[in-house]
């Protein structure tokens, strides 16, 4: 059983979120919550397994608590929805430790889609994601592969060696 936690800013999203996702046979909305705060309150209390954020909680909300949630809560798979199909967006959030997103223009099919492959510990990417975060990794192997400086290597540098 898909356990759900909704986040989102207004109430009647919430409930419309929840009306459609609790008409499913293997989901089940276990709370609600309309800010961050309210939401790392009803984690523990609602035993969800999955936790859907809106990308549009104020303050850049929904990253912090991605973030928050994924690092005291690793075994709560979070996915984030109503992102902008922005590579840079994106992968702040999957960064961040989101399991999935959705953008914002999908149908409640891929919605329930998206769900069921975080559930499964799957993910739905684009091609053009699935570029993008290759390229991600790419560029970590690169900057990892760089030599390393003995800290006593630095005390011969000049301050504007240091600086560049």
């Known amino acids: ?14 409930s419309l979120y929840a009306s459609v996702l609790d008409d499913r046979p293997n989901i089940e909305v276990v709370a609600k919550a309309t800010t961050k705060k309210e939401a790392l309150a009803k984690i523990e209390s609602s035993a969800c397994n999955i936790v859907l954020v809106s990308a549009s909680l104020e303050d850049n909300g929904a990253l912090a608590l991605t973030k928050e949630i994924t690092q005291q809560y690793p075994e709560i798979k979070v996915l984030v929805v109503g992102l902008p ?15 999935g997103y959705v953008l914002e223009d999908v149908t409640v099919e891929r919605l329930f889609s998206q ?19 290759m390229e991600h990794v790419s560029e970590l192997a ?13 005390s011969e540098l000049t301050p504007r060696e240091l600086e560049v």
């Open 1 to 14: 059983m898909i356990r759900i936690l909704i986040v989102h800013p207004t109430h009647l999203v919430c």
């Open 142 to 154: 690169t900057v990892s592969a760089r030599p390393y400086l003995e800290p006593e290597a630095y």
């Open 85 to 99: 199909e922005s590579k840079y967006v994106i992968l702040q959030y999957v960064m961040a430790g989101a399991a």
């Open 115 to 133: 769900i069921q492959a975080v559930q499964e510990d799957k993910a739905l990417v684009s091609p053009r994601m699935a570029a993008v975060l």
